[in-house]
T-cell receptor, first 112, second 113 residues
Framework: DGGITQSPKYLFRKEGQNVTLSCEQNLNHDAMYWYRQDPGQGLRLIYYSQIVNDFQKGDIAEGYSVSREKKESFPLTVTSAQKNPTAFYLCASSPDTGGIQYFGAGTRLSVL | GENVEQHPSTLSVQEGDSAVIKCTYS??????FPWYKQELGKGPQLIIDIRSNVGEKKDQRIAVTLNKTAKHFSLHITETQPEDSAVYFCAAILYSSASKIIFGSGTRLSIRP
């Protein structure tokens, strides 16, 4: 069953804690992306990766970190430096740079 | 940089009526315009797209029109059904750069029975 899998679906973070959101795709797409969505808002780009071992900051990268060690995986870490992490996080991938993007089901992160 | 404005932010229509959502983009170099539908608690799903060399595209009850001169494009849903209730996002892409996909702010469409 092809697609983009995000886990967990719900995640809770304690103050001062780093948490990692998983994103895996089996579509053989080169590019992967992380977005943040706040209630009633659009999508804001956090980080993107066009190829393995390379990634670029998006519009709101502060307080987040990523890695791209494998083509199919693009995990996002929400660090303690992100003071307002509560949001819906969406991972996407595209066959090539700048192409149409396909989204996962999202992870909802809340602060305890 | 590119900016995409989407209107209205909320839209309520009677079941069976048509719904129209409009977007305006600022970068004339944008050449690809997808529309996404996001149901509650889910990720956005691509429903239709249009390239800059085409003025209109239709897929069953959904159509998109593009006016390159005015830099605006619209989503039209005819014969609306309850399952059309969702948030719809437009986007503009410069099809050569991963950083250039810009999303509109979304339209929450509600279909009244």
């Amino acid at each position: 069953d092809g697609g983009i899998t995000q886990s967990p679906k719900y995640l809770f973070r304690k103050e001062g804690q780093n948490v990692t959101l998983s994103c895996e795709q089996n579509l053989n797409h080169d590019a992967m992306y992380w977005y943040r969505q706040d209630p009633g808002q659009g999508l804001r780009l956090i980080y993107y990766s066009q190829i393995v071992n390379d990634f670029q900051k998006g519009d709101i990268a502060e307080g987040y970190s990523v890695s791209r060690e494998k083509k199919e995986s693009f995990p996002l870490t929400v660090t303690s430096a992100q003071k307002n992490p509560t949001a819906f996080y969406l991972c996407a991938s595209s066959p090539d740079t700048g192409g149409i993007q396909y989204f996962g089901a999202g992870t909802r992160l809340s602060v305890l | 940089g590119e900016n995409v404005e989407q209107h209205p932010s909320t839209l309520s229509v009677q079941e069976g009526d048509s719904a129209v959502i409009k977007c305006t983009y600022s970068d004339s170099a944008s050449n690809y315009f997808p529309w996404y539908k996001q149901e509650l608690g889910k990720g956005p799903q691509l429903i239709i797209d249009i390239r800059s060399n085409v003025g209109e595209k239709k897929d069953q009850r959904i159509a998109v029109t593009l006016n390159k001169t005015a830099k605006h494009f619209s989503l039209h849903i005819t014969e609306t059904q309850p399952e059309d209730s969702a948030v719809y996002f437009c986007a503009a892409i410069l099809y050569s750069s991963a950083s250039k996909i810009i999303f509109g702010s979304g339209t929450r469409l509600s279909i009244r029975p």
